[in-house]
């Protein structure tokens, strides 16, 4: 198995992927990387070369670039290239950190999509206090979502927690203003009774409040109310922890108290950590591509790594290919 890495993007690029696809390949004898990037930047922290392959390219997708004309313009741009190398057969799978929109558009355009699957979502995996963390669906890629693509988004995203979370039976939940069926908004009904129909566990609508009590395991919505979830719950999390941290260095006491504290702040930090969890994979693409957050440290990099290494040992693909030809095959 070969995993593609565009080590250009993100905050802590290259260092971050570099060192995270050099662990992966300590941990893993049967993965080989190939990391795309300036090669004179890869080397300063490739200190083992071990199944890994680079290709060198100066040109890069910036933050601030508008996706379709960077895709379309900037051809040798790291992320181009790292997704052309799964179009091409050279890899299995992709990650990258950087601009969500251009890799999306790259993943489009050069990838393409499953049979059947009208649009892709954007799908990472939330924390939960149970530490088992939720699937939400979709958190930005298709802002005007249907019924039909949140019927899509059901039955990848149970697909996901089944053969890579092994959730022996996921819930799946609606994302809704309220619990009672009829809530919300017209693409709320239309899609209620949609979901009814999948073969999986549905759960009816849910609220925004009980998502980090683990109230479901695949959580669906459209991309701009998932987009406002990701980013409240980002923002609450660091809010939260900085409050404390705050709080517990005001005084001489509190500062002692924290001291005695600090393995369960450890504890509550790492069950909330988006770095345990992976990147949001791309659904309904005819390969695993998975953007890694912005703000990927070694360990969020190589959680990613883990991730699309898992999609591809367990054939999510393949499977999400077979159950939407088999959902289409039954309203014919």
């Known amino acids: 198995m070969r995993i593609a890495i565009d080590v250009m993007g993100g905050e802590k690029a290259p260092k971050a992927p570099v060192e995270a696809a050099i662990n992966a390949i300590?941990?893993?004898?049967n993965l080989e990387i190939t990391l795309v990037g300036?090669?004179?930047e890869i080397r300063k922290y490739l200190s083992d070369e071990t199944r890994i392959t680079i290709i060198h390219t100066d040109e890069m997708i910036e933050d601030e670039d508008v996706p379709t004309t960077a895709v379309r313009r900037k051809k040798n741009a790291s992320m181009v290239l790292t997704v052309k190398e799964v179009k091409e057969g050279r890899a299995d799978a992709c990650v990258s950190a950087g601009n969500t929109g251009a890799?999306?558009?790259a993943g489009l355009l050069l990838i393409g999509r499953i049979n059947g699957i009208d649009r892709p979502a954007l799908a990472p995996m939330l924390p939960t206090l149970n530490g088992e963390g939720f699937l939400?669906?979709?958190v930005g890629a298709n802002m005007d979502a249907k019924p039909e693509h949140l019927l899509q988004y059901a039955i990848m995203g149970n697909i996901y927690m089944k053969m890579v979370r092994k959730v022996r039976k996921p819930r799946v939940g609606l994302l809704n203003v309220g619990t009672e069926e009829g809530k919300g908004n017209e693409l709320m009904k239309q899609t209620f009774p949609l979901l009814q129909e999948g073969d999986y566990y549905f759960l009816g609508n849910i609220e925004a409040r009980d998502l980090l009590e683990g109230?479901?395991?695949v959580v669906v919505c459209d991309g701009f109310s998932g987009n406002l979830v990701l980013k409240s719950t980002e923002g609450a999390g660091k809010t939260l922890f900085s409050l404390i941290k705050r709080e517990l260095t005001s005084t001489f006491f509190s500062k002692v108290l924290a001291g005695m504290l600090k393995p369960s702040f450890l504890r509550i930090k790492k069950t909330m950590d988006y770095?345990?969890?992976g990147g949001a994979a791309l659904f309904g693409?005819?390969?695993?591509?998975?953007?890694s957050h912005g703000s990927s440290d070694e360990k969020a990099f190589y959680n990613t790594i883990l991730q699309a290494k898992e999609m591809v040992d367990e054939q999510v693909i393949t499977t999400i290919k077979n159950e939407v030809a088999k959902y289409n095959s039954k309203g014919e």
């Open 38 to 40: 300036k090669e004179e």
């Open 136 to 138: 939400l669906l979709d």
């Open 275 to 277: 770095t345990e969890y």
């Open 215 to 217: 109230v479901a395991d």
């Open 285 to 291: 693409l005819k390969a695993p591509v998975i953007k």
């Open 103 to 105: 890799l999306m558009t």
């Open 26 to 29: 300590k941990k893993f004898p």
